[in-house]
């Protein structure tokens, strides 16, 4: 049996989702480059793009991108919500909507009808397979569909961003952002 003083600290687990993004904050993510390395020795990825794992298991840290455009994005939202400790919103979609909620003004019937039946290339109906996801009548913040416990602003947020909550998360700290690595843009 192991030296409970010397066997290693068990690794905490890390989901990622993308919803109604544009995979811009996952790229944000890859970039911390190098600092993958360090973090995979910590940290083992549950459901994510980055290892295929369909389904959340329980888990520490959860980070979303996207905001919640259909019922498949509120499925897998509520999903991630109900297994992880902590939930951090990810970029400006998953905080306000993002470029994907500029469509929140507009009748979702009448913009089906536009691109299906009278645009360029107009099918002969609106697809309505039962596989496809409900269309919600406007992209919600993910904040509106559950309780999140952190948010990092940016579009997307830098690599460091990331990296700095991450880190102050797996190490039990308050996280926190200073100045020059907060950004909206
Ligand atoms: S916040 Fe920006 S980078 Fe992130 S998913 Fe939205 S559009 Fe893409």
New binding site residues.
Partial sequence: MPDPATAPAPKIRIATA?L?????????LLDIDERLFELVKVADFDRSPIDDIKHCGACDIALI???VCNADNARVLRELRNHAKILVA??????NG???AMRNHLDVGALLKQVYLEGDGAAARVPDDPELPLLFDKVYPVNEIVRVDYFIP????SADAIWKILNDLILGRMPRLEHQLLHYD
Avoid: N, Q, R, Y
Wanted: hydrophobic share 30%; aromatic share 4%; with cysteine.
């Fill in positions: 993308s109604a993004g544009c995979f811009g904050c996952h790229m944000s991108e996207g905001g990810v970029g400006a979609c998953a905080i993002g470029l994907p940016g579009c997307p947020p």
